[in-house]
């Protein structure tokens, strides 16, 4: 199924006006951006929506990406999770995943039909690769007869070698459930999170659960002495921390989650202020969802997610790249497939909860 180039028409200067217009109503404008860099923006996001018609694709986006992105082009917007089963219910022939590497091989794998594009083809993630499959198979001979629980923010080599995959949403819930069967798991590769979910789930590190040491560049550096700080500084403000942070730093903040279940904590609750101790696309997108509240922020830039530009993604859709097309090849495809499915049985199974 190989993409034809095909160039996108320029707009007219009536449709760059309504497509300013439709920028600034979804928010483009209350983050900053000026009138002519507007005008810059509504062009390639113009182009990128008639493109992706034609091309019959469909652009999912992470929260962490560029707001111009998902408040401009993309059809889903998600974390990890909510993509791979969009792009999986999609019957769209080509997927422009804006998000790093192993998102666009997550996509792949539950959908081998489709022509899988990555804008940025050396988005890849401090996480997912402080494992290799091999590691993995050097663990399960280590403990014979646990399972090997995956982060999702893994490659499809790796996942092809574990039992189930999670995310930092369902990762408690799911975990729960295997206990219930199981003394030991195995969970990679995040150390922070492996240790936030023993401190939940009230297991012995080493014994009950195993963990290994790889970390996300973001999550891993805020500093929980900070947070006594604000919170002299905004009375009242709610503190919430994503699931990747150190312990020391989710033991002193109001919510632990994923990024939807941040999201979630803003929308139901009515604090003064809300600080997101996250990546700052994060905190970008809940300002657009919710102007009425106010944000302190702390965050952090995540280089690979940040890779994705517009641009690019026009690009991916006018003459891609061959390193922009995601294969995985058929026997770890099928092997990686399993562990994703079993995710999405166990996370919906009322009774893991
Ligand atoms: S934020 Fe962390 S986990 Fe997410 S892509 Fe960046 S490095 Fe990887």
């Known amino acids: 199924m190989a993409v034809k180039e095909l160039r996108a028409p320029e707009p007219s200067a009536a449709a760059l006006s309504a497509e300013v217009d439709r920028l600034t109503e979804k928010g483009l404008a209350d983050l900053g951006f000026q009138d002519a ?33 998902i408040l401009g082009v993309a059809d889903m917007i998600g974390d990890s999770y909510k993509l791979a089963k969009l792009c999986a219910e999609s019957r769209a022939e080509r997927v422009v995943f804006c998000g790093v590497r192993f998102m666009a091989e997550t996509a792949k794998v539950l959908n081998p039909e489709k022509e899988i594009l990555l804008p940025a083809p050396e988005a890849g993630c401090s996480l997912s690769e402080s494992i290799t499959a091999a590691q993995v ?3 399960r001979s280590t403990h014979p007869g646990a399972p090997v629980v995956t ?37 990679i590769p995040d150390e922070m999170m492996g240790r936030n979910l023993a401190r939940e789930l009230g297991k012995t590190l080493g014994n009950e659960l195993v963990i290994w040491e790889g970390s996300c560049m973001v999550h891993d550096n ?72 106010a944000f302190v922020p702390m ?55």
Request: charged fraction near 30%; include cysteine.
């Open 222 to 293: 805020f500093d929980a002495a900070s947070v006594e700080f604000y919170r002299k500084m905004y009375p009242g403000v709610k503190i919430l921390a994503h699931f990747e942070c150190s312990p020391g730093l989710v033991s002193v903040v109001d919510f632990i989650g994923g990024t939807g279940d941040m999201m979630k904590y803003v929308d139901d609750n009515k604090a003064p202020a809300y600080m997101l101790i996250t990546e700052c696309g994060l905190g970008d997108l809940a300002r657009t969802r919710f102007p009425q509240k």
């Open 137 to 139: 198979r050097a663990l």
């Open 37 to 69: 860099e507007l005008e810059k923006t509504a062009r390639l996001t113009w182009k990128i929506n008639v493109l992706k018609k034609e091309k019959k694709a469909i652009i999912p986006a992470h929260v962490y990406q560029r707001a111009e992105v």
């Open 151 to 187: 982060y999702i923010n893994t490659s499809a080599d790796v996942k092809a070698e574990s039992d189930v995959v999670v995310t930092s949403a369902n990762a408690p819930k799911i975990l729960r459930k295997l206990y219930e069967t199981h003394k030991k798991i195995v969970f």
């Open 299 to 353: 965050c952090r830039l995540c280089p690979h997610m940040k890779a994705t530009d517009l641009s690019r993604v026009l690009r991916a859709l006018e003459r891609p790249a061959a390193s922009s097309r995601i294969d995985v090849p058929e026997a770890i495809r099928e092997r990686a497939r399993r562990p994703i499915e079993r995710m999405f049985e166990l996370a919906e199974d009322g009774s893991a909860s």
